[in-house]
Structures are given as C-alpha cells and as structure tokens.
C-alpha cells in the first residue's frame, strides 16, 4: 500500500511539472494544394490551406463581415524573367454559424475558391500569397505557394 501511495505522488509530480501544449497567439497557415480549372470558358480555382489558431478567433461574425484573408496573385512574365504581382483581393472568412470557438484551440483546413487570378489565357505560370487576421488584429504568417504550371 505505502509503495501504491508513493507512486500516485510520483505520478502526480510528474504530471504537474509537464507543460501543456503552446497555443500559439497568432494564427499559423499551411499551404496545401491549389486545383484550377475553367467552368463556361472562366478561370476557376480552390485555394487549400490548413490553420491553427490558438484562441479560436480567426473567423469573422457572418453579421460583421470583415475581410479577415489576403490573397496576392502573381504571374511569371516573361519579359522580366520573374514573377510579377497580378492582384490584391481581401475577403471575409466567416464563422461557421451557431458555432463559438472563442478562447479554444482550433485547427483544421480552409478551402477559398475563386476566379480572375490571372491576366490572360497566355499566363502558364502562377503563384500566391496569403494571410490572415484575427479579431484581435494578429497577422497570420505570410504562406507563399511554390509555382503552379497550368496546363490549360
């Protein structure tokens, strides 16, 4: 019984000096794939990215819609033998309704569809870049995407 009660303490100690898990501050983004197509001759695209956020608030209230996500496209130009920034779009992530992650620990992967990320048919060579930005106004780290060949 004595040998019982000192390995419970033992255990407790143990348990009471490990140190829980980082919940980071700023929201962290992983680049993930992006796919392309055309849908009626439009260029059509999902942009997948993983998140983390530690304090689970990253979403925008859907009745106070925010921009919260930066895109930047860039293009290859030939020209210049470098990629070149095509676009800026701003856009609001909302929060999925009757849901409240505040002040929790969130993680999982967004996918942001969208169109016109580029000048012309001719541009074979893509990239981007993004972010976010959390209610409390904490930048998200800038994500850049390797280069994406179209084949179309």
């Known amino acids: 019984m004595r040998k019982l009660v000192i390995f419970t303490i033992l255990v407790l100690i143990v348990c009471s000096c490990a140190k829980a898990p980082d919940k980071p501050s700023a929201p962290v983004l992983t680049y993930k794939s992006f796919l392309a197509w055309k849908v009626n001759g439009k260029d059509t695209s999902n942009l997948i990215f993983h998140f983390v956020d530690g304090d689970g608030n990253l979403f925008v209230d859907p009745t106070n819609v925010k921009p919260n996500f930066v895109l930047i496209s860039y293009y290859y130009n030939n020209g210049t033998k470098s990629m ?18 505040q002040g929790q620990l969130i993680q999982g992967d967004i996918l942001y569809p969208s169109s016109q990320y580029r000048s012309a ?6 990239q981007f870049s993004f972010f976010m930005v959390d209610n409390n106004n904490t930048k998200s780290n800038v994500v850049t995407t390797p280069t994406i060949q179209l084949n179309y």
């Open 121 to 126: 048919d001719s541009v074979k060579i893509v």
């Open 84 to 101: 070149v920034q095509y676009n800026v779009t701003s856009s609001a992530i909302t929060q999925p309704p009757k849901t409240n992650y």
